[in-house]
Every structure is written in C-alpha cells, then in structure tokens.
C-alpha cells in the first residue's frame, strides 16, 4: 500500500480504462459500501445509510491509498422499518448471496483486497455471519468492517469530540447521523430537527412491532443538536477507525501467513 492514488477512487465515476490503469498501479483494494433504503424519520432521507457508508468508504480510500470503492448496495433488511412507505427490505439470505457474488466478481477482476463495510445496523449480522464463508471461497483477502456495537461507540466517541452532549445507545436518525448528513448534504436534511425516543429500546419489541413502537416518526435518538461541524468530526473519527482497523487486519493476516 501507498502508490500514487487516482484522483477519483470510486468505480462508478470511472471508466473501465481509469479502473484497469489503477489496478495496475497497485490500487488492488476494493470497498464495498453497504446501505439501506429506510425510513430516517421526517427530517432524512429514505437513502441516508447508503449516503453515509459511502462517504466513510471514499475517506476510508484515500487514508489507505491504496484502495477504490464500489458500487454501493443500496439495500439491506430493515424490516421493522416497513411501516414506512419507501422503505425495501431485503431477506437475509438474498443479501447473503449478493455478498457472495460482489465478492466473486472483485476477486475475479484481481482485486486483491475486498473490505466489506456496513453502515446500516442490519448489515452487520449479515456480514458477520457471510464473512468466513466469503474468506475461504476466493483468493483475496476478505476484511469485514463489522460489530455494531464498536460502529456505535464510534459515533457517540465522534459526538464527544465535537461538543455535542447526547447520549445515543442506539442510533436511527438521531444527532450523529443527522449531524454526517449536514455536513455532507444539508439540502436532504428538512426541518425542524426532531427529537425522538431516547429511552431503552427492547429488540424484540422493535423487530416484532416495528419501530413505530418507539416513536411515531421513526426517530431513536435527539437530532436536535445536530450540526454540520460536528458531523464532519464523526466522519473524521469514525473514518480514521475504520482505516486503522483494516490496516491492523491486513498486517495481522500477514504475520500469519509468515509464520
């Protein structure tokens, strides 16, 4: 890693001539970038996960340098989301084959390096699960960006160092990705910024009722003190996270294969 990195790192804004000269240059990482279409409460629109995991893949690129970013998935399974219109839910099995067949086609492509990195809550599990299987079936190294609970300690971290003094346990258009999006796209963001259920949040009540049981809008979490400053701190930090990670990842698959 750390050869000169094209000035665009995501595929589809290159052709595949820029593709093939990158590959050839060592850009031999690939970041797949998985979203959502869900509900994200009044103020957010429906595409806000695969906005935001897109941003983190590109910033996630350029810190490696040696990486491009693909296509993101822009859909995942949000069922107790579907009591919104607009929303899609994908099963579980379906996504797990599209992963398969992402990752196929990459490694087929010779990328050598495939990070899959989820920023919607119901990816994880999914990744989690696909992840051994992915790295066992093709030649290149397959990184997983996964544990939903580090995802969210990130985010509050992120909240923390910008001033912001809200405590998200759990996050669904609240401040932190309400904030991600202003500073990325404040024309999506409508107001007022609204401030919904902040209490606990039982998971067999939100995947059996929905997460109208929470909060009539579909908001978990205070967006109220949300900015754009502060976002562009959670993109940094969660950002720099994620490129440590992979890079610590791809270091420890080395050590191994030495010894």
Sequence with gaps: MGEKQPERVTVAEMS???????????????????????????????GTDTRLATALAERVARRLGDALVAPPVPVGPSEEHTGFPGT???????????????????????????????????????????????????EADVVAVTGLQRYMELLQEGLTAAGIDVDEPVVHAGASETAMLLALAPSLVSGPLPDGHTGPVSETTLFAEGIEAYDEDGVLGDAR???????????????????????EELDARDQAGES
């Design 225 to 247: 003190p949300a900015t754009a400053d502060a976002g562009e701190v959670l993109l940094e930090h969660v950002a720099t996270a994620h490129a440590e990670y992979v890079r």
């Design 16 to 46: 595949w001539p820029e593709v093939e000269a990158a590959l050839r240059a060592g850009q031999a990482t690939i970041i797949l970038p998985l979203g959502a279409t869900e509900q994200h409460g009044p103020h957010l629109p429906l």
């Design 88 to 138: 899609v839910s994908i099963p579980r099995d379906t996504l797990t084959d599209l992963l398969r067949e992402y990752v196929a086609s990459f490694d087929a492509q010779g990328f050598e390096r495939v990070v899959i990195l989820p920023g919607h809550g119901g990816w994880f599990p999914v990744v989690d699960a696909a992840a051994p299987e992915l790295s066992r079936t093709v």
